[in-house]
């Protein structure tokens, strides 16, 4: 006789227990431009996150990493000293928003550096999208990620923030010269982040993905 005992949470006490803990919600800032406006929007961004209670925040800003777009098995050193700086944060998020310029109709080289370099960090997981740019607000970019994510198992939130003509929307403090508007898109964007991250978290402590 089979005495195994499934100690397996109920999905309702997963989901009970999910509720109750934050999201961990890691922002990469995508750009590692020079001159780039990122910084501004990541701010603001961070601001709004702030104000909405349910998130702990980490920032990946790309400026600050420099992964090589040759990819490999087996990386180098410098390689591995690079990739401690960001894949510990990126597996360790519960969501993500990623904050990305428009740069010849698509996103930069550097995110798709970062999104490219990990796979599981990705999967089972919500990411939002702000972006900024000229007439377009970076939209563009966003419609090429959606399905790069969608490959790596991600749920891409319907929801986003765009800035068009970003650079006249900000005075020199950084700060939205109307932000009404921009306010309330974010908070929708990040309601239905926090969603999605409580419902996929829980349903992978039920059972993990793939499995």
């Known amino acids: 006789m089979n005495t195994t005992t499934d100690v397996s949470p109920s999905p309702a006490a997963a989901l009970s227990a999910t509720a109750a803990k934050p999201v961990k919600l890691a922002v990469i800032v995508g750009s590692n431009r020079e001159g780039r406006f990122g910084p501004v929007v990541a701010e603001w961004l961070l601001r709004r996150v702030r104000e909405q209670q349910g998130f702990e925040i980490d920032v990946v800003d790309l400026a600050d990493v420099d992964l090589p777009t ?3 098995h087996r990386p180098d050193a410098a390689t591995r000293a690079e ?3 960001v894949s510990p944060k990126l597996a360790a ?3 993500f928003v990623v904050l990305t310029p428009e740069y010849n109709h698509s996103y930069p080289a550097s995110l798709k550096s970062l999104i490219d370099w990990h796979h599981p960090e990705w999967q089972a997981k919500p990411i939002a999208f702000v972006s900024y740019g000229g007439l377009s607000g970076g939209l563009r970019s966003v419609e090429h990620l959606r399905p790069v994510f969608a490959e790596l198992h991600a749920v891409t939130i319907r929801e986003t923030v765009s800035f068009h003509n970003a650079g006249a929307l900000f005075d020199d403090e950084g700060n939205h010269k109307e932000p009404a508007a921009a306010d309330a898109a974010a908070k929708a964007m990040l309601d239905q982040l926090a969603w999605w ?5 829980a349903a992978k402590e039920v059972r993990p993905y793939g499995s």
């Open 70 to 72: 040759s990819l490999s």
């Open 197 to 201: 991250a409580w419902a996929l978290r």
């Open 83 to 85: 990739l401690a700086k």
């Open 93 to 95: 998020a519960d969501a």
